[in-house]
């Protein structure tokens, strides 16, 4: 009995070293990590390369800088792509390599990633598109593939896409009460933004009738989540709603269809 006695005491301190060893494994255990994060904050690799994709960086965070020529809306593209494309729900870029290409509902085709890059210089900067070979188009190109390294082909990262907003109708007047108490400081009470960067919200310098943010769909996810500029997140659905439609009751340019998009001829060669 006394033998009994023991082995089942022996049997019990065993299950409860084996718990403890357990409970203090689950808590030691390191937090999973984030892909997208990781690509969001990685280094530029050293060389040609790196400064391929650092040239890529620049022309999106100072598009005016480096690719005047190519613009009429005096606003980067970092305006809808905030931290050059590096933050979620705002525009974000990262793991958008591997989505390309696709389908677009625009076009009617499939298009590549030079493509979509092309429509963000045709309406959101209103202005014309790089050459697709030209090294502005594959520094962008290869940018964004920087910020897709890890992505599953065909989904990109999770968690990037804009929120969802659930308002009711939109209301202009309110929008405009909205506007006039957290946006005018950055973007003025004409909505044509500064010379030191806030973009043009409306006016003969911002984005075309055609731009993305000329949606309601996209315009008032990206106010709920990233502006005001000082307090992100703050505004409610339905305010981001309503100053969002007091913003596209302004006038802005008008995409002409007639225009036409040629690149200059380049010798033929093998590379």
Not at 82 to 103: C, K, V
């Amino acid at each position: 009995m006394i033998r009994a006695a023991s082995l089942i005491s022996l049997a019990a301190g065993c299950a409860i070293v084996v718990a403890c060893a357990g409970q203090m494994h689950s808590q030691t255990q390191a937090p999973a990590i984030d892909p997208a994060s990781v690509a969001a904050n990685a280094t530029f690799p050293p060389g040609p390369s790196g400064q391929l994709i650092a040239y890529g960086h620049d022309l999106i965070a100072q598009t005016p800088k480096y690719a005047a020529e190519n613009i009429t809306a005096r606003m980067s593209c970092a305006a809808c792509h905030p931290n050059a494309g590096r933050t979620p729900h705002e525009g974000s870029l990262l793991g958008i390599y591997a989505m390309f290409p696709q389908w677009n509902k625009r076009s009617k085709r499939f298009i590549a990633l030079q493509d979509r890059i092309a429509e963000c210089f045709l309406y959101s900067m209103n202005g014309k598109p790089p050459a697709y070979y030209s090294k502005e188009m594959v520094a962008i190109t290869a940018y964004i593939a920087f910020l897709s390294r890890g992505a599953k082909v065909g989904e990109g990262f999770q968690n990037q896409a804009a929120v969802k907003v659930k308002a009711g109708a939109p209301n202009v007047s309110n929008g405009a009460r909205i506007y006039a108490a957290r946006c005018v400081s950055c973007h003025g009470a004409t909505g044509n933004g500064a010379m030191d960067g806030d973009p043009p919200l409306w006016g003969s310098a911002s984005f075309n009738d055609k731009a993305g943010m000329s949606r309601m769909d996209r315009i008032a996810p990206f106010v709920r989540t990233a502006m005001p500029f000082n307090a992100p997140g703050t505004l409610s659905d339905q305010e981001a709603t309503d100053v969002a439609a007091f913003i596209l009751s302004q006038p802005r340019p008008h995409f002409d269809r007639s225009k036409l998009v040629q690149f200059p001829l380049e010798k033929a060669s093998y590379f």
